[in-house]
Antibody, heavy 120, light 110 residues
């Protein structure tokens, strides 16, 4: 059974880069046809897609965040990562990683989420 | 403002049936992209409830059903139970194949 776990700093200073890692256990990140995704949720707000990376390494980002986002795969560590640059208080949120199977299957596996606060 | 529009809240008494709408446009649901539904108990991660418009993952009761027509989709919950209280989100895709979500609907069981 595949499980995902987010990790990274819980506090980031304004203008710096937010870096998070999602560790995949119970399966290989490089096998199968999966989209490895990042989603965030600000306090009391709805879900916002940040972007995803396909098993092949191709990426797709939310147009509103595209200029600041990089999602990458590290198959040797069975992890994928998120970098969000030039952060502001508006980037304070719970960040989730999730898996989506290629085709019309939705995001079937989610991490528990990690809270990131942007503050000096 | 979310790309997909959901009512902020719905409510119903135990045993009743409620529906949650998800309205998109010709750029997303109306373009033929499928809709998925998630439920989220506050403080926990979302869970997949319906995929591909109307399919239930293993373990999801058949009290939950989904449908799609044109640029809209709906989630129906019958035989409402107290433990159904949660936030519900619809999700689809836009023409650039980016993932888009609805703003979420809070279900209250009276």
């Amino acid at each position: 059974q595949v499980q995902l776990q987010e990790s990274g700093p819980g506090l980031v200073k304004p203008s710096q880069t937010l870096s998070l890692t999602c560790t995949v256990s119970g399966g290989s990140i490089s096998s199968g046809s999966y989209y490895w995704s990042w989603i965030r949720q600000s306090a009391g707000k709805g879900l916002e897609s940040i972007g995803h990376i396909y098993t092949s390494g191709s990426t797709n980002y939310n147009p509103s965040l595209k200029s600041r986002v990089i999602i990458s795969l590290d198959t040797s560590k069975n992890q994928f990562s998120l970098e969000l640059s030039s952060v502001t208080a508006a980037d304070t949120a719970v960040y989730y990683c999730a898996r989506r199977i290629r085709g019309s299957y939705g995001m079937d596996v989610w991490g528990q989420g990690t809270t990131v606060t942007v503050s000096s | 403002q979310s790309v997909l529009t959901q009512p902020p809240s719905v409510s119903g008494a135990p045993g009743q049936r409620v529906t949650i709408s998800c309205t998109g446009s010709s750029s997303n649901i109306g373009a033929g992209y499928d809709v998925h539904w998630y439920h989220q108990v506050p403080g926990t991660a979302p869970k997949l409830l319906i995929y591909g418009n109307s399919n239930r993952p293993s373990g999801v009761p058949d009290r939950f059903s989904g449908s799609k027509s044109g640029a809209s989709a709906s989630l129906a919950i019958s035989g409402l139970q107290a433990e159904d209280e949660a936030d519900f989100y619809c999700q689809s895709y836009d023409s650039s194949l980016s993932v888009v979500f609805g703003g979420g609907t809070k279900l209250t069981v009276l």
